[in-house]
């Protein structure tokens, strides 16, 4: 089959056609692809997200931690195995949302399914923030990673960090197939490069391998003591580890089957391989004392500690942007997806809900880019500016999404060994998680959770108008069951045609003819302030023979479009129910004529739209060229 | 009467307001003023535009002498006798269209009249320009007299400049009265002044009344030689003395009667008037050796060296930008004016031909505020930038105008000694100033001129293009003289209509009555990339009992409006002439909720406005709050 028509003018057919070059020619519904994930590449990408977090997560353990100077520093070790834990228990308890929801677990599907609209709303919106983030944070954490090996782009960093979503929003837009076996390099490419640093590292830290480089960076004076809210909000920091462990659980459809049984393995293997590169990399960047610098990533220092400026080192620098990268792009598939199972439920947008041409919801995917460039610029593209915004929302869905596994549990299994272990297992996650959160809002409020926690609340109102408009609008528009077609009152009363007209020419006759055409009840109206005119036109309608009635009206200010409204106002109110304003319009044959002319039809059409009751129709007259 | 009604949206009665409180309240067409001036108010208004060329046409002839150092000074003196000479031809030209056009004699419709369209937009296009380069050159000349005064200011002057002009722009969108006496303050006030300062400056420099202050400023260096071309441009550039004299020959219905005697004797009081002080202003300038500044006008050096910085000095800067910025205000009231005349003779866009709520032609008052602040930024508030591009139109429209005296004249008066002599002196005017256009365009062609011989041919060919559309659509408008209406053939066919529906609701059930009110061949028609969802509107169809045929187009890309127009397309084309498309429209209580909802009905529209033979009725459904 062909293109779709191209209809339109000669602007929008430009548009179409640079877009087209952009974007690429539509897809027909039927090519949706609904391959599955192999273990494979189920682990490379759907796990991108959260191994990824490894690139940051020490470094912001210790950007608290040195607040308090070098008696702090040690505090890395026991908080980084607190982390390691949170990120077990957390994992067994997605892994029983798999078996429960093998279509598919997102927190906002599982707690409207369990908790109800409200909690749900409270998680969908974590999660639209949380995805916002997610873009935001991976892409100036990759900026960060390209920076430290190429210091000379760093002034450019925002400009790089918002080009690259740029890229991402065209790509998906285009309708990347996030299954593609391309995603899933980045991924290994990154494991196998941490399978060999973090080995060489222990080598050399302890077995005397070889002689490490270590950095010259001293540990800064302390700025304040040791406090447990400080270690705590280290701990804080730390949980963006945790960010995007939920992607497994979401994607469940996605595996060959038997579908949970494959992506339960997956996951397990994901909190293995997360869990061993986060604590390695904090155990060494502890044993070599590195320290967060302005130029330079913890993980980029502890990259040139143990292998100097090799190419290896540039290869650590490469493969941990491009999986950064790759997490911040399976936003741009979760974020349009969620928003458009909101939309589906009325609290989004209309817009949000189906698929452009390529397939993919656009409207979602450039939301989501906008946003994120958004935080990008505002934010200079610092990551740990980002990070405080950050675990909030993640830790948020979490909590909502166990406590609903846990209500799921009690209300839904038969009493017995089997719930007993369920709700011990998603009940810890929940309250661990719920923990969590609120450590993370009381540590982290006044350096950036507020903003969260502020727009948080109103985006639910926001969504909450939203679907109270169109809850009304279909309520108002739903046709009772009862009485048929037949049995419905007609159209109500006589129907009145008023036309307005400028002179008398055939765009003039053309209208009135139609007018004539549909009623018996035909008004000619002309606005004049210029009683010489005035007179020649009702001259002209003698001459005519038109047999209708014509109205002149005088406009001592010489406005157009205010005399008309009045007079057709006073009309409607005389005529009844319904009137019908026939507008001759004045078609030119090119665009660029249309300067050349009032637009006093599209203004009365405009003017007229909010009168309930009144009918506009436009009777065309084109103009050759 | 009260007010027009203010209808339409928030943001339209909020503009509306704003409007009001700058501008004012509208006007009726009966409060128009028809006051007739007196010769003395006539002479204030009408000549401040020439007399306020005094303030730079000196120092524009000594600014190119100087190049040639202080032994081509002395030229000065037969260069200013010769422009004197020019000015007294020129009167005398412009005393005879005085009586030939008792109704108002401008270039552009005496050339209309007597030479034809083609030389009339030559004049009215360099009137239009000339207009333009008034304000400009007014207001950074008047700029220039108060940056002398208060050197401070210098660095602002282009938004000094700026300012001006906006200001001139809302004061005439207020719609000043032109004739108000507070008018013919500025210029009195100015002639004074230098009807002191002139004598005085004479008893110093022959007299020895009293000692002059002399400048410092020594006449630099020649640059070149003293040549032909040199003395020619010199010429050239004094010539701006003699822009504005045209404007009495313009007026003369706005005197009181006998109004052609009235306005020839005050066209004789302001060449009088304009001679002396330029001629006064000249031969002081070149007896105190004044050479022209970049930080001081030739005018402010001369009053200094007379009567230093007293407050008289003062005076005399402040009477000089207040009569400059009089001359721009004249500009405010001729362009519109000759542009209403051309849009009348459909040579520009109708939107410049009525008068505005406040009775002053607004669009023609934007148009020419915006181009004169565009040649001011652009220029930099540089009066002698500006002053190459002046001189071109003022003279083109001269010669023109003359040589149009001259033919009519020759074609129109019956031969005698009247005719020879009236021909005789329109020849001479005509001859005098075609050669000074001549060797205005020979010798400041490169110093900005041929921006003005460039530009406006590409006017002369816009405006004919214009025209050409307006004579075409009113040829295809026009309605033949016979037959009349009873013999007129009736609406071609019978009317079919189609209605797109988005599913069966009340707003669908509206638009559906409608169509079915004015015509018996309705057709629904859907577009649709689900099947499920198709079959359910299939369903309701069925129970609804509605008797009408459903069509039901399926949009393998998942768009609406191509295929949705690609079926009207079809239809109109199956079903003959001409086509009703009936299309419920979804009208939200607030104007917030719009962008909740898909503009398909907008879309649709938009995209079959260049239809012929399609109608477009859009039925709004109202959705209350």
Redesign the interface.
């Known amino acids: ?1 062909a ?7 000669g602007i ?1 057919r430009l548009y179409r056609q640079l877009r087209r070059l952009l974007i690429g020619p ?5 090519q949706e692809a609904h391959e599955r994930l192999t273990k494979t590449k189920a682990l490379a990408i759907l796990s991108s997200d959260a191994i990824s977090s490894t690139a940051y997560a020490t470094e912001e353990i210790l950007l608290i931690l040195v607040l308090a100077g070098a008696a702090a520093y040690g505090y890395v070790i026991p908080i980084g195995l607190a982390i390691a834990a949170l990120l077990v228990i957390v994992g067994f308890s997605y892994r029983q949302t798999i078996f429960a929801y093998p279509q598919g677990g997102g927190s906002y599907i599982v707690t409207k399914d369990n908790l109800g609209t409200g909690p749900a709303l409270v998680a969908g919106t974590s999660l639209l923030i949380d995805y916002t983030l997610t873009v935001a944070v991976s892409i100036s954490s990759g900026v960060a990673a390209i920076t430290s090996a190429a210091p000379g782009l760093k002034p450019y960093r925002v400009e790089i960090a918002v080009l690259a979503i740029l890229a991402l929003v065209i790509g998906n837009l285009r309708g990347i197939r996030e299954s593609g076996s391309l995603f899933a390099v980045p991924t290994y490419l990154f494991i196998a490069g941490m399978a060999i640093l973090i080995p060489l590292g222990i080598g050399a830290a302890w077995f005397g391998l070889f002689e490490p480089h270590p950095a010259s960076h001293p540990v800064p004076p302390a700025q304040q003591g040791i406090t447990l809210f400080l270690i705590l909000r280290a701990f804080s920091s730390g949980c963006t580890a945790l960010t995007g462990v939920e992607a497994i659980s979401d994607g469940v459809p996605a595996f060959q089957p038997p579908e949970a049984k494959n992506a339960a393995r997956t996951l397990g293997w994901m909190v293995a391989i997360l869990g061993s590169l986060f604590l390695g990399i904090t155990v060494l960047s502890y044993h070599f004392h590195l320290t967060p610098s302005e130029d330079q990533t913890i993980l980029s220092q502890l990259a040139r500690t143990v292998v100097d400026d090799s190419p290896f080192y540039l290869y650590i620098q490469a493969t941990t942007a491009g999986i950064l990268f790759l997490a911040a792009n399976t936003s741009f598939a979760d974020f349009p997806r969620l928003a458009s199972f909101m939309a589906r439920d009325r609290y989004l ?3 949000f809900r ?4 390529r397939l993919a919801f656009s409207n979602g995917i450039i939301a989501l880019g906008l946003a994120a460039a958004v935080l990008v610029v505002v934010f200079h593209a610092n990551v740990n500016a980002l990070i405080p915004l950050y675990a909030v929302g993640v830790f948020t869905a979490f909590t909502l999404s166990q406590a609903s596994m846990t209500y799921r549990w009690w209300r839904r299994e038969p009493p017995g060994r089997h719930r007993t272990i369920g709700m011990l297992i998603n009940g810890t996650g929940a309250a661990v998680t719920g923990i969590v959160t609120l450590i993370i809002i009381a540590t982290k409020f006044l350096s950036g959770a507020w903003i969260v926690i502020c727009i948080q609340p109103l985006l639910i109102w926001l969504l909450t108008r ?1 679907h109270r ?2 809850e ?2 279909a309520a ?4 009772p069951a009862e009485p ?3 049995e ?1 009152p ?2 109500p009363g006589p ?1 009145a045609a008023v036309v307005p007209i400028a002179g ?4 003039t ?1 053309r209208a009135l ?2 007018a ?3 009623t018996g009840d035909v008004t000619a109206v002309h606005v004049t ?1 210029d009683p010489a005119e005035a007179e020649q036109l009702r001259q ?1 309608w003698r ?5 209708l009635p014509l109205v002149i009206i005088e ?5 157009l ?3 008309l ?2 007079y057709i106002e006073q009309l409607h109110a005389e005529k009844g129910d319904t009137l ?1 304003v026939v507008v001759p319009e ?3 044959a090119h665009l660029y ?1 249309l ?4 637009q006093t039809a599209w203004r009365l059409r ?2 007229l ?4 009751g ?12």
């Not at 539509?26 to 039927?30: E, G, I, N, S, V």
């Not at 009144?614 to 060229?625: A, D, E, K, L, Q």
């Open positions: 089959m293109e779709p028509t191209e209809p339109g003018s929008g539509p897809l027909r519904t039927a947008p209309t817009q189906y698929r452009g041409d939203i408009h169109y009304r609008v108002q528009l739903a046709v048929a077609a037949s419905r007609s159209w129907l008398y020419n055939r765009a006759i003819d139609f004539r055409e549909i302030s002209q001459d005519a023979k038109l047999d406009s001592p200010y010489r406005e479009v205010g005399p409204l009045a019908m004045f078609v030119p004529e300067p050349l002319h009032n405009t003017a739209w909010t009168h309930p009144i009918i506009v129709t436009t009777v065309p007259y084109h103009v050759s060229s």
